[in-house]
């Protein structure tokens, strides 16, 4: 039972990470432009530094919780989010607004490293684990601009952040009392050595082997990260300039962004069922391949075939995260695997930082007719990378506990 009420606060934590790291983008898309006098395009690289945090903070926060304890740090996680939250309610200019959402980047950093570690701890088997609570942070992505609709036209933009930072900070204290008020032998974290059937599965990799595999996922997580963090990012304001006919306020807005986000959720479950049965490298390939199409058949639609194209090309984007999640679990040991979900990470963020500026750039030459163009190319160039995967990988399981 504390193992499974566990679970579900690593999972709420994962809707907290996205929920934060978007509120803003709803913000800029729908009220901020038109309250400050600044375009789309202008406001929304002040997002950038929380971006770069978010990538950049991941490295330490893996290692600290290598070295320290992986449940206090997602306590720092839950209870410093929250405040910064706060704190960004607080903001009178853009700068003020870039400085708050920078320590909101810096407390998100910590849940993937931490989080997904903690996540797949003690299993073998981690695509259905890593896929449920993924699909929590996509939920957490879909309900961003929901929330934030409903916020902003009930009691204004601040509220968008005080009210979600007020429940993250409660559901850190509540952690507190889980981990620290029930005493049972797991509730200190430990590393216990790697089993020697994943051992042997590891040292039976050829070293060039490991090596493609590592490049490969990161090779997919930064261009990954680039289509992940251009979709969530711009989809509200996607959903603002082409679901004219069937959305004229923010709320409106918010619930079409929520329910695509929320079926396309359902891809992660799917998905993580199929590569705990089946190759990850078909898997991944066929993922992949979806994407490119999709996006190429995006431009140029509106109203409901826009909203049924997004539902789709969302459908494999969130698909797609179990997959390289579940590849670091089968050739990582426990001891060190925060550190390499860290480095993944920031590999992704890093690149999702640099996204923000180059959704603007793209936007205000080409429109998004030209940057779903751009992401149809990179799923493409992702399908042909997955190629290069080796078939031993598939055989493999986690490295666990």
């Known amino acids: 039972m504390v193992n499974r009420i566990h679970f579900f606060f690593l999972n709420i934590g994962h809707f907290f990470d996205h929920l934060f790291m978007l509120v803003f983008a709803t913000m800029a898309a729908l009220t901020?432009?038109?309250?400050?006098?600044?375009?789309?395009?202008?406001?929304?690289?002040?997002?950038?530094?929380?971006?770069?945090?978010?990538?950049?903070?991941?490295?330490?926060?893996?290692?600290?919780?290598?070295k320290w304890n992986r449940k206090g740090m997602m306590i720092v996680f839950y209870i410093g989010i929250g405040l910064s939250s706060i704190g960004s309610a607080l903001a009178e200019t853009p700068l003020q607004i870039a400085i708050g959402l920078f320590f909101i980047g810096v407390f998100a950093a910590?849940?993937?490293?931490?989080?997904?570690?903690?996540?797949?701890?003690?299993?073998?088997?981690?695509?259905?684990?890593?896929?449920?609570?993924?699909?929590?942070?996509?939920?957490?992505v879909a309900s961003a601009a929901l929330i934030t609709?409903?916020?902003?036209?009930?009691?204004?933009?601040?509220?968008?952040?005080?009210?979600?930072?007020?429940?993250?900070?409660?559901?850190?204290?509540?952690?507190?009392?889980?981990?620290?008020?029930?005493?049972?032998?797991?509730?200190?974290?430990?590393?216990?050595?790697?089993?020697?059937?994943?051992?042997?599965?590891?040292?039976?990799?050829?070293?060039?082997?490991?090596?493609?595999v590592f490049a490969v996922i990161f090779f997919s997580t930064a261009v990954g990260g680039l289509v992940f963090q251009s979709t969530t990012f711009a989809l509200p304001k996607v959903?603002?300039?082409?679901?004219?006919?069937?959305?004229?306020?923010?709320?409106l807005v918010g619930w079409y962004a929520f329910i695509v986000f929320a079926v396309a959720a359902l891809g992660q479950l799917v998905v993580g069922y199929l590569v705990d049965h089946f190759s990850v490298r078909t898997v991944f390939a066929f993922v992949t391949g979806l994407q490119g199409i999709f996006f190429a058949v995006m431009p140029g639609t509106t109203d409901w075939s826009a909203l049924l194209v997004a539902m789709a090309f969302m459908l494999v984007v969130f698909g797609q995260i179990p997959i390289n999640d579940v590849l670091v679990s089968r050739i990582t040991r426990s001891e060190w695997r925060s550190r390499v979900y860290a480095f993944?990470?920031?590999?992704?963020?890093?690149?999702?930082?640099?996204?923000?500026?180059?959704?603007?750039?793209?936007?205000?030459?080409?429109?998004?007719?030209?940057?779903?163009?751009?992401?149809?190319?990179?799923?493409?160039?992702?399908?042909?990378?997955?190629?290069?995967?080796?078939?031993a990988i598939s055989a493999m399981r986690s490295s666990y506990p």
């Not at 603002?240 to 923010?250: G, H, N, T």
């Not at 963020?349 to 603007?360: E, N, R, T």
Request: hydrophobic share 50%; charged share 15%.
């Open 239 to 251: 959903f603002d300039e082409r679901l004219a006919a069937l959305a004229q306020s923010a709320t």
């Open 110 to 140: 910590v849940y993937h490293p931490v989080g997904l570690a903690l996540v797949v701890q003690g299993r073998e088997n981690t695509g259905v684990p890593l896929a449920i609570n993924g699909v929590y942070g996509n939920l957490g």
């Open 344 to 391: 993944r990470y920031i590999v992704g963020f890093s690149v999702m930082a640099s996204s923000v500026p180059l959704i603007a750039w793209i936007y205000t030459r080409w429109g998004f007719d030209g940057l779903f163009t751009v992401l149809s190319g990179a799923a493409i160039c992702i399908f042909i990378s997955v190629l290069l995967l080796p078939r």
């Open 32 to 66: 901020l432009s038109r309250e400050w006098g600044m375009s789309y395009a202008e406001l929304i690289p002040y997002a950038t530094p929380g971006f770069v945090a978010f990538g950049v903070c991941a490295v330490p926060a893996g290692w600290i919780a290598d």
């Open 149 to 212: 609709g409903f916020l902003i036209d009930q009691a204004g933009w601040r509220s968008a952040f005080i009210w979600p930072g007020i429940v993250s900070i409660a559901t850190g204290f509540s952690y507190v009392g889980l981990v620290y008020g029930v005493r049972t032998r797991h509730a200190k974290d430990s590393h216990p050595q790697v089993d020697d059937k994943a051992a042997a599965d590891m040292k039976g990799l050829d070293r060039r082997i490991l090596g493609r």
